[in-house]
């Protein structure tokens, strides 16, 4: 028999980012909020303590900061005919595990899309026609403008105390930074952080190419900071441990360092690690949410009243908890109706490996989103027509680290055990560069989210299942940017290079790392329809549940998602805020 | 949807119960009481680690024996609700019990009574009406004899305990009288901070004495000299009037961080305190007149720059300590050994670092330290514990080359002194040690 605790005015399922922010928003508004968190607690001391965070065997390659297949994963399939295989062994992306979830454990690339990636389909029908849109491909629009976004993206950003350089002020281009982004209304809040060897070459390089190189906007802090919040970011060392890591040294944007100690404080407050949500709990007609249950630290089932739910969990499981509490129609790809589920999308990246023999790069000084990159070939730039794709990407030449398991790349034909092999890792350890290409994904009728058939998790629930390929469409983008990264490679004059980019005889892989940017399949928009959630990230169908995350987005953008979740969940905030709790219902008609 | 919150019950202050019944200016005298509250630290001492506020109970141990503090709340049998105001004055100001028994001067009447009169209308509204009462008492003080005696204390106050209400000087600032009104009295900074006498008295109640404020060594920790040596003088480290308010409001400055037993006077009464009163104090500690003996430059073996140098070069073959040093501690603090503003503290010119008795230095080696979360800077930033990883040897070598490093002059630590720290370590702290289940 469950129990039932006292009731609260919001409870907020994850306590990553999106959970943070909203817990000190609506907490601002006197509101009861509690936060259900499924992993352990943790924070900087003790759990990302020096030295021991800085162990590459268990926190880069046993994970210790992920969530654990065997308690938590879902099925994967290429294609609607065939039978889903549970993902049993981590690879292709990482889930994080327990408080700040994976705002921990990321690298800190911090951007914001560009304007037309908000409202793709529309940008592409206005500037190309809407008839190269192939026909199994499903992009939608945001339903958000850059413009309402805006001061969202900033405020998020001063939080966050994200080092860069501005391009576009009000408007105006600045020299340094990135040319072709929308305009910010304030510089960023820190200064870019200091330029390694890599990040000199491919700059001056770029420039010799008539690009336009800018420093990656950082969540690694430049400086000592301290955020509106009054919490508080230390200068980064350049250890080189960020991406799969808690930050040793307070230098990494996360809701531990940026959010948590100011949330902690107020009264109206509460969080609960190690309490996972089994669901959302609905009214007999379904159209009112009335808290969820979870299991706690015990193994004992709970009963939590709440006025108001908002899911903040990793974006596969926002969509998951979503078709196991039967909020809103699940999609059919076969009829294309429903809407749970739809649009998962991905990342499509690709990079060079370059070896100079005599150059020292130091890889081991290194920092998550240290780099210097360029714009000059993103989703805004190309002419889709005359290309035959749509999409985009972003060029970055980082230096993360100099972690001796998984970063010793090797010249082509160096062998892979022996003797010879630790002579080839002597005379390369520290001898290469990277560039990388970070590119959009777009959606596909057939790639989406549902449950599976077979499987099912610990607590009898079935798992989701991922039903997920890579198109010619996005093939075709990243071959272009190939050919651009190679015409570069070659300008830098290395001694060799490898090139790797899918290709069209690519199927999608789970076993090696890609990226953790599972986005879609609780997608926003403007029409109930074809979407989940409206423009506000609020359920169309049921009032009271907010779904923050990646899983709204429609489609990929071609940067990495944090900036944008981060905006939107300020932006959802204001309305629920201003709109929502004044009068509790829809806040835009169906 | 109604607004409310649902956790006011969990208020760790206790300010929530002031009567229904009173008027708008009787609640404005139970505030300023909870402010004046703050201001003396009086949750501090009379509340047990996780007990209910101001219900006494803390183990304060002195040279006596073990202390333990008393209810001070409200309730008529186990607290103080059947004093009246003038037996609540004299409690403050005298150290006399309603009976007429003495306290133990652990409660710090002899700066208390420095308190105006409207200070100690407000503190009695306060703990009369804003307070919880809570009806178990507090155990008894473990005092043997002859300290037990309790006639003894009032010989001590004839001798000791003369203090006066607080009376501003001619031509004094009100700032200047404000800051010093505070820090002589319900501050009772001096308590800490005053070197004591053979009978364990302060040696001075206030700066009519030249050795008020200059510093004594508690439990091996130094609490430093307060006095920072007028307009020029370079006490306080050379801390700017704001540095020290951002040090009292956050426990942190540009160049240092709060350790020790000043981390729970900062969380539990100086962040409450209005910037006005910071200021306040700031600027009668720097007006603070300073020895000739103190400004007097102390040698050191080394330089900043060639500290930095040797470290930047990782010269460290046949240096143990700079090579711990290195391994342990340049991450965040630095080959420069400054660490970085508000966050990192400064080991150059510190008063932890250079203290001639070691023992606060190598407890926070051995345990590390965490900055209280306050309104100002909510952020409990901490340096992790590394008893767990060096032995007494290497915490030594470590410690001694800190104290000699970038100009500093503390002083060799051996392994002995080390060894006695550790040993009387808590035995439930906090540790960052490496544990792993997989």
Known sequence: MAKTNPHVDVVLVGLGWTSSIMGMELTDEGLSVLALERGPDQDTVPDFAYPKMADELTYGVRYQLMQRPAKSTL????????????????????????????????????????????????????????????????????????????????????????????????????????????????????????????????HDMAKDQGL?????????????????????????????????????????????????????????????????????????????????????ENGDEVIQPADLVILGAYSLHNVHLLLLSGIGKPYDPISGEGVVGKNYAYQMNGGATLYFKDKEFNPFIGAGANGETLNDFGVEQIDFGQEGFIGGSYFNAAMTNGQPIRNMPLPKGAPSWGAEWKQAVQESYGHTMTIG?????????????????????????????????????????????????????????????????????????????????????????????????????????????????????????????????????????????????????????? | MTHRYWLAALLGCGLAGVAASATAAEQTEVERGAYLARAGDCVACHTAPGGKPFAGGLEIESPFGTIISTNITPDPDAGIGNYSRDQFAAALREGKRADGANLYPAMPYPSYAKLSDDDI??????????????????????????????????????????????????GQSEQLARGAYLVQGLGHCGSCHTPRGLLFQEKALDDSDDAYLTGETLGGWWAPNLRGGGDSGSGLQNWSADDIVDYLATGRNDHSAVTGEMTSVVANSTSYLSDDDLQAIAAYLKSLSRGADDEQEAQSETTPEQTEQMLTAADVADKPGARLYLDNCNACHFANGRGAPQTFPSLVDNELVNADDPTGLIHVILAGARMPSTPGK????????????????????????VRGAWGNHGGEVSADQVAKVRENLPQDLESSKPDFQD
């Not at chain 1, 509106?228 to 040793?248: D, I, T, V």
């Not at chain 1, 983008?477 to 070659?490: A, C, E, G, N, R």
């Not at chain 1, 199927?507 to 074809?530: C, E, F, K, L």
């Not at chain 2, 009462?133 to 037990?148: C, L, Q, R, Y």
């Open chain 1, 75 to 202: 099925t994967v399939r290429h294609g609607v005919k065939d039978t889903a295989v549970p993902y049993r062994s981590l690879g292709s992306f990482l889930p994080g595990n327990g408080v700040g979830g994976a705002g921990t454990h990321w690298n800190g690339h911090t951007w914001r899309p560009q304007p037309q990636e908000l409202r793709l389909k529309s940008y592409v029908g206005e500037a190309f026609g809407s008839d190269i849109i192939p026909d199994e491909m499903t992009i939608q629009d945001f339903g958000v403008s850059y413009d309402e976004l805006e001061p969202h993206f900033d405020f998020f950003e001063k939080v966050a105390g994200i080092s860069g350089k501005a391009g576009n002020l009000n408007g105006e281009i600045q020299e340094g930074g990135n040319p072709f982004e929308g305009w910010r209304s304030s510089e960023y809040p820190q200064p870019p952080m200091p330029r390694t060897l890599n990040d000199t070459l491919f």
């Open chain 1, 212 to 296: 336009h190189p800018f420093p990656l906007p950082a969540a690694n802090s430049s400086g000592a900071y301290t955020n509106p919040y009054g919490m508080q970011l230390a200068p980064c060392n350049y250890c080189g441990f960020c991406e799969r890591y808690g930050c040793l040294n307070y230098s990494k944007s996360s809701p531990q360092t940026c959010v948590l100690g100011a949330l902690k404080q107020r009264k109206n407050f509460a969080y609960r690690a190690n309490c996972e949500v089994m669901k959302v709990n609905l009214d007999s007609d379904g159209k009112k949410a009335t808290g969820v249950t979870y299991i706690d």
């Open chain 1, 437 to 590: 290409s970070h590119g959009s994904n777009m959606s596909y009728r057939d790639c989406y989210l549902d449950l599976d058939p077979n499987y099912t998790d610990d607590y009898g629930r079935p798992l989701m299942r991922m039903t997920f390929n890579w198109k010619a469409n996005d093939v075709r983008m990243t071959q272009f940017m190939k050919q651009k990264i190679d015409v570069l490679s070659k300008a830098l004059g290395p001694d060799d290079y490898k090139l790797s980019f899918k290709d069209f005889d690519s199927q999608y892989d789970v076993r090696p790392y890609q990226t953790t940017h599972n986005v879609g399949g609780a997608i926003m928009g403007t029409d109930p329809s074809t979407s989940v959630l409206n423009r506000y990230l609020q359920s169309w169908d049921v009032h009271n549940v907010f779904v923050m995350g990646a899983s709204a987005f429609p489609q990929n953008i071609q940067y990495n998602p944090t900036g944008l979740v981060g905006g939107l969940t300020y932006w959802a905030a204001k309305a629920i805020r201003e709109q929502y709790l004044p009068n509790p219902g829809p806040l835009v008609q169906a």
């Open chain 2, 121 to 170: 209308d407000a503190l009695y509204a306060y703990f009369m009406q804003g307070v919880e009462p809570v009806s178990e008492k507090a155990k008894e003080s473990d005092i043997g004899f002859p300290f037990n005696q309790r006639w003894g204390i009032g010989l001590w106050n004839w001798l000791f305990a003369d203090a006066e209400a607080f009376e501003p000087k001619a």
């Open chain 2, 378 to 401: 909510p952020e409990a930033l901490a340096m992790p514990d590394f008893g767990w990883r060096l032995s007494d040897d290497e915490a030594a070598q470590l410690a001694t080359f």
